[in-house]
């Protein structure tokens, strides 16, 4: 079983810079792919950012390409998602998932099949 444990939301201004954590127990990202996806009030959860099980492949969603980044820590066990130049729209709760690496490619980043969640971490960009 894989746990995941969210954190760095918060309250930030439009352009400011926010950085969010995946820590995960149970198995390291080293064998998981690992991504974010937001929801916002009154809208479906999206997929924004992934990481291949490698480590060598990531993907972003078309909004957030140039502003986010997603990478992994050293020790394999935490997925971080750095946010540059926010926007009053990337305000959502923000969501790490991961799911077992290894039944893809070693570069494939799925948008779909996670099969586990963190709690979730708020984010609010104001205007």
């Known amino acids: 079983q894989v746990q995941l444990v969210e954190s760095g939301g918060g309250l930030v201004q439009a352009g400011d810079s926010l950085r969010l954590s995946c820590a995960a127990s149970?198995?390291?990202?080293?064998?998981?792919?690992g991504s974010w996806f937001r929801q916002a009030p009154g809208k479906e959860r999206e997929f924004v950012a992934g990481?291949?099980?490698?480590?060598?492949?990531?993907d972003y969603e078309d909004s957030v390409k140039g502003r986010f980044t997603i990478s992994r820590g050293n020790a394999k066990n935490t997925v971080y998602l750095q946010m540059n130049s926010l926007k009053p729209e990337d305000t959502a709760v923000y969501y790490c998932a991961a799911q077992w690496g290894p039944q893809y490619s070693a570069d494939v980043v799925p948008r779909t099949g996670y099969d586990y969640w963190g709690q979730g971490t708020q984010v609010t960009v104001s205007s």
């Open positions: 149970g198995r390291t990202f080293s064998r998981l792919v």
């Open positions: 990481i291949s099980w490698s480590g060598d492949s990531t």
